[in-house]
């Protein structure tokens, strides 16, 4: 069913349908009534109710409100994201920032065309920062060009949330902020190296930057130890930030998984940590002979490509279990170390096949 999705919900009568033959909460044969967007009872089900969608169970969808999409380029790992986000009940992502201008276009080709089903994507676009360009979907803010202007050009280029990111003054973010909640945008972002969140105004901010001071930091400007210097983070700087947010309405999106794994990444490898469970349970089902294809390459032989994007690490893994046809999936997995050494315990050595994308 994953793979033959039923009619899109836009198909159906956009204020009055019913989804008849459901389950509910574990309770098969039940018809879910909606109207006007919203559901308004769950019945049993009776003659004459709409069946299309027969034999589905209904679960509340997952919103993922910070994930970076890959790039379409040659690994093809599109599809298999949209499907992974599928599995683990993510319906809704929010795209927080397209690298290349390739990653939202790819996803929302998939779907539109329906060769796979997937999550609805709600897109930054490109990136808004002063120079130096740092992704190649980025608008750099040169003065004396207008907020406005800025703003108009990332929605020209598909954006519905407006991403902030570095090397931003404090009057740069509250300009775009202002002209994005003219067009109704919500602006998020990092908190730029040299500020702190209180003094920074982004609307909504991203991994908890700003956080550890920029003095406490000595100014770093590397994601990594904006990430992880916590050395200086105590009750009294958390009270700081907290009422900060309340008084300004800042929101946060911590992104904590990826915090943690940066931090892991730098733990020396130890062997208890390297076993078969950390191979996700739907790898055991890959045969021989059934590669997945039409999402990752076909490779000839074994290997490990490693993509690192700074704080994000995602590794594509190709198993041939004791056959000349290799069977490709991918996963996201917390620690770079870790992957080396339970893909040597698979006997897959890492080749390096791809440069990591910059």
């Known amino acids: ?46 003659p004459g109710d709409d069946r299309r969608f027969a034999g589905s169970v209904i679960t509340p969808g997952l919103i993922d409100s910070h994930q970076h999409l890959p790039p379409d380029n040659a690994l093809r790992l599109t599809g298999l994201f949209c499907l992974l986000n599928l599995m683990h009940g993510v319906t809704s992502v929010l795209e927080a920032g397209d690298s290349d ?58 954006a519905q949330v407006i991403k902030l990111y570095e090397a931003l003054t404090r009057s740069d973010i509250a300009g775009l902020s202002a002209a994005a909640a003219d067009r109704g945008l919500r602006a998020i972002g990092h908190v730029p190296a040299a500020l702190d969140i209180e003094e920074a105004g982004v609307p909504e901010v991203q991994h908890f930057f700003g956080v550890p001071t920029a003095h406490s930091r000595r100014g770093a400007a590397g994601l990594l ?36 794994g940066v931090l892991r990444a730098q733990e020396p490898v130890r062997p208890s940590h390297c ?33 690192s994007r700074r704080s994000s690490i995602s590794w594509l893994v ?10 490709e999936l991918t996963y996201n997995s917390p620690t770079f170390p870790q992957e080396r050494a339970f893909s040597a315990r698979w006997s897959c050595s890492p080749v390096p096949a791809l440069r990591p994308q910059r």
């Open 1 to 46: 069913m994953l793979l033959s999705p039923p009619v899109p919900l836009d198909a159906l009568p956009p204020n009055s349908c019913d989804f008849g033959g459901v389950s509910v909460g574990g309770v098969p044969d039940r018809t879910i009534s909606v109207r006007h967007g919203a559901i308004v009872s769950i019945r049993a089900g009776a």
């Open 101 to 158: 201008a390739s990653a939202v276009p790819a996803a929302r080709r998939l779907l539109a065309e329906g060769l796979l089903p997937g999550p609805r994507v709600v897109a930054c676009g490109p990136f808004i920062a002063r120079p130096p360009r740092e992704w190649p979907n980025t608008i750099l803010l040169e003065d004396p060009v207008s907020p406005t202007t800025v703003v108009q050009a990332a929605v020209d280029r598909g």
């Open 225 to 260: 130890a904006r990430l992880a210097d916590w050395h200086a983070v105590d009750e009294s700087r958390l009270e700081s930030v907290v009422a900060a947010s309340v008084d300004q309405g800042i929101a946060h999106t911590p992104t904590l998984v990826v915090t943690e």
């Open 275 to 307: 076993s078969r469970a950390s191979i996700p349970t739907w790898c055991g089902t890959v045969r021989p002979g059934s590669p997945i294809t039409g999402i990752c390459p076909r490779l000839t032989s074994p290997c490990c490509v490693s993509h």
């Open 318 to 327: 190709c198993i041939a279990p004791v056959s000349p046809c290799s069977s």
